[in-house]
Protein backbone atom coordinates (compact mmCIF):
# COMPACT_ATOMS: atom_id res chain seq x y z
CA UNK A 1 0.00 0.00 0.00
CA UNK A 2 1.72 3.25 -1.24
CA UNK A 3 2.79 6.06 1.82
CA UNK A 4 -0.84 8.15 0.10
CA UNK A 5 -3.10 5.53 0.68
CA UNK A 6 -2.13 4.77 3.55
CA UNK A 7 -2.20 8.84 4.80
CA UNK A 8 -5.61 8.89 3.39
CA UNK A 9 -7.02 6.64 5.08
CA UNK A 10 -5.72 7.68 8.49
CA UNK A 11 -6.55 11.43 8.12
CA UNK A 12 -10.30 10.36 7.17
CA UNK A 13 -10.43 7.85 10.67
CA UNK A 14 -8.67 10.55 12.71
CA UNK A 15 -6.40 9.28 15.32
CA UNK A 16 -7.76 11.02 17.87
CA UNK A 17 -6.07 13.06 20.96
CA UNK A 18 -3.56 12.06 23.28
CA UNK A 19 -4.05 13.38 27.29
CA UNK A 20 -1.20 13.01 29.65
CA UNK A 21 -1.89 13.59 32.88
CA UNK A 22 0.53 14.37 35.89
CA UNK A 23 -1.05 14.44 39.37
CA UNK A 24 -0.06 17.02 41.53
CA UNK A 25 -2.57 15.95 45.18
CA UNK A 26 -4.12 13.01 46.24
CA UNK A 27 -7.74 13.30 47.08
CA UNK A 28 -8.30 9.85 48.70
CA UNK A 29 -11.35 8.02 47.75
CA UNK A 30 -14.31 10.21 46.39
CA UNK A 31 -17.66 8.61 44.45
CA UNK A 32 -17.32 8.36 40.45
CA UNK A 33 -18.53 11.55 38.76
CA UNK A 34 -20.25 11.91 35.27
CA UNK A 35 -18.60 14.03 33.08
CA UNK A 36 -21.36 17.03 32.28
CA UNK A 37 -21.29 17.43 36.28
CA UNK A 38 -17.40 18.56 35.86
CA UNK A 39 -17.30 22.58 36.12
CA UNK A 40 -15.43 24.09 33.45
CA UNK A 41 -13.94 27.41 34.04
CA UNK A 42 -12.33 29.16 31.19
CA UNK A 43 -11.07 32.54 32.61
CA UNK A 44 -9.56 31.12 35.59
CA UNK A 45 -10.05 29.50 39.15
CA UNK A 46 -13.12 30.01 41.01
CA UNK A 47 -12.96 32.90 43.37
CA UNK A 48 -15.51 32.01 45.94
CA UNK A 49 -14.63 28.74 46.83
CA UNK A 50 -11.39 26.70 48.01
CA UNK A 51 -9.91 23.99 46.42
CA UNK A 52 -6.91 21.87 45.47
CA UNK A 53 -4.76 21.04 42.34
CA UNK A 54 -5.11 17.49 41.76
CA UNK A 55 -3.86 17.38 38.06
CA UNK A 56 -2.37 18.65 35.35
CA UNK A 57 -3.60 17.81 32.21
CA UNK A 58 -2.00 18.24 28.12
CA UNK A 59 -4.13 17.57 25.67
CA UNK A 60 -2.54 17.09 22.18
CA UNK A 61 -3.82 16.57 18.92
CA UNK A 62 -2.49 13.15 17.29
CA UNK A 63 -0.75 12.41 13.69
CA UNK A 64 -3.75 13.41 11.67
CA UNK A 65 -6.10 14.11 13.80
CA UNK A 66 -9.10 16.68 13.24
CA UNK A 67 -10.01 17.02 17.14
CA UNK A 68 -10.34 20.77 17.81
CA UNK A 69 -10.86 22.79 21.31
CA UNK A 70 -14.87 21.37 22.07
CA UNK A 71 -13.21 17.95 21.09
CA UNK A 72 -9.98 18.57 24.11
CA UNK A 73 -12.49 20.14 26.38
CA UNK A 74 -15.29 16.93 26.26
CA UNK A 75 -12.25 14.25 26.56
CA UNK A 76 -10.76 16.56 29.36
CA UNK A 77 -13.95 16.88 31.77
CA UNK A 78 -14.28 13.00 30.89
CA UNK A 79 -10.56 12.61 32.90
CA UNK A 80 -11.58 14.82 35.08
CA UNK A 81 -14.41 12.73 35.93
CA UNK A 82 -12.56 10.01 35.98
CA UNK A 83 -9.82 10.95 38.63
CA UNK A 84 -12.94 12.17 40.71
CA UNK A 85 -11.94 16.07 40.70
CA UNK A 86 -14.82 18.68 40.57
CA UNK A 87 -13.95 21.40 38.12
CA UNK A 88 -11.63 21.81 35.14
CA UNK A 89 -9.88 25.34 35.02
CA UNK A 90 -8.35 25.76 31.32
CA UNK A 91 -5.07 26.88 30.73
CA UNK A 92 -3.80 27.73 27.32
CA UNK A 93 -3.83 26.29 23.48
CA UNK A 94 -0.52 24.87 22.46
CA UNK A 95 0.84 24.19 19.29
CA UNK A 96 3.07 22.42 17.96
CA UNK A 97 5.11 21.81 14.43
CA UNK A 98 6.46 18.26 13.96
CA UNK A 99 7.04 16.18 10.99
CA UNK A 100 4.51 13.93 9.46
CA UNK A 101 5.26 10.33 9.66
CA UNK A 102 5.09 8.97 6.39
CA UNK A 103 7.37 12.46 4.83
CA UNK A 104 9.37 13.47 7.30
CA UNK A 105 10.14 16.76 5.12
CA UNK A 106 6.42 17.76 5.40
CA UNK A 107 5.20 19.15 8.36
CA UNK A 108 2.63 18.68 10.13
CA UNK A 109 1.04 21.03 12.74
CA UNK A 110 -1.06 19.77 16.36
CA UNK A 111 -2.98 21.59 17.99
CA UNK A 112 -3.63 21.06 21.98
CA UNK A 113 -4.85 22.28 25.38
CA UNK A 114 -3.64 22.18 29.03
CA UNK A 115 -6.07 22.20 31.79
CA UNK A 116 -5.92 21.65 35.61
CA UNK A 117 -8.27 19.55 37.77
CA UNK A 118 -9.47 20.76 40.63
CA UNK A 119 -11.40 19.64 43.97
CA UNK A 120 -13.43 22.03 46.15
CA UNK A 121 -11.69 21.73 49.93
CA UNK A 122 -14.91 22.46 52.04
CA UNK A 123 -17.52 19.72 52.36
CA UNK A 124 -17.37 16.02 53.18
CA UNK A 125 -14.13 15.37 51.20
CA UNK A 126 -12.43 18.18 52.57
CA UNK A 127 -10.22 15.30 54.98
CA UNK A 128 -9.49 13.16 52.39
CA UNK A 129 -7.30 15.94 50.08
CA UNK A 130 -3.00 14.79 50.84
CA UNK A 131 -0.98 17.89 49.60
CA UNK A 132 1.15 14.60 47.71
CA UNK A 133 1.11 12.65 45.01
CA UNK A 134 0.23 9.31 45.64
CA UNK A 135 3.21 6.76 45.03
CA UNK A 136 3.51 5.18 42.07
Not at 1 to 15: D, Q, R
Not at 54 to 71: C, I, P, R
Not at 118 to 122: P, Q
Given at each position: ???????????????G???????????????????????????????????????????????????????????????????????????G????????????????????????C?????G?????????????
Open positions: MSKAIVAAVLFAIGCTNIRVTRLNWVGDRPPRPPESIQVFASGPPGDRPFVDVAYLEAEQEAFSGDNTHEFILKLRKIAANLRCDALVLGVTHATMANPFDPKIAEDRKGMTATIVYTEQFATTISRAAPPR
